[in-house]
């Protein structure tokens, strides 16, 4: 294995340790980690740019929908059973079809394609800052903001734009913002917030990989 890939192991060792005490501390419902422990796998297959990190994504997508359920973050939780599930079992199928190596042929947006995007993204925002708080969700503005991106995130990782990358790095960042603000009325966020700064970590690996492997794919179609 490489330094990098040695780095990722020991850290999803670390966190697994760190989130495994700090559910014990807080006694935190083993059911309410328990997506946590998946996602430790995920991420690493994530920093790889690896297909099935979509596939094992989408099942645990459900796991996740019920924690969020269970913390009254709708947002969250609409995102992660509606959109994250079968878009994700998507990107799978589609990433399989054009397959490269472990991951995909990757591509990227054009100018008019990103204006419009960023459009369809504010009127989006806006709309959820005005339904969210009518059924009673809490922490609205950053709910809003991370699903939201989350969303875009999916759709253009499906499409294998390389773009997605990017925005996962914004995104991680949102959602570290979000458990910090959650933690003096839900301490037990903790573990959330533990396995967030282990994603980021994965994220910035993720971004760096898919640049390299756009750049070589690049090559070989102009060769």
Partial sequence: ????????????????????????????????????????????????????????????????????????????????????????????????KNKWEHSTKLRKLSGKQRLLIMAGFVAALVAMWIILPLIGSQYVFLDSLTNLLGILIYFLTMFAYVEYTFLMI?????????????????????????????SFICIVFAFL?????YDSQQSEVGK
């Fill in 170 to 198: 914004i995104n991680g960042i949102i959602g570290i913002s979000l458990y910090i603000t959650m933690l003096p009325e839900t301490p037990e966020m903790t573990t959330y917030l533990i396995f967030s700064v282990y």
């Fill in 209 to 213: 990989k898919a640049r390299k492997l």
């Fill in 1 to 96: 294995m490489s330094k990098r890939d040695i780095f990722i192991f020991v850290l999803m060792g670390c966190t697994a340790v760190l989130i495994t005490a700090a559910g014990i501390y807080f006694k935190q419902d083993f059911l309410n980690i328990l997506p946590l422990y998946i996602s430790l796998i995920i991420g690493m297959l994530q920093s790889r740019v690896n297909r099935y990190a979509s596939l094992m994504g989408s099942i645990n997508s459900l796991l996740y929908g019920a924690v969020y359920v269970y913390y009254n973050l709708y947002g969250s939780a609409f995102s992660a059973i509606l959109f994250s599930c079968p878009i994700q079992l998507l990107t799978f199928i589609r990433w399989n």
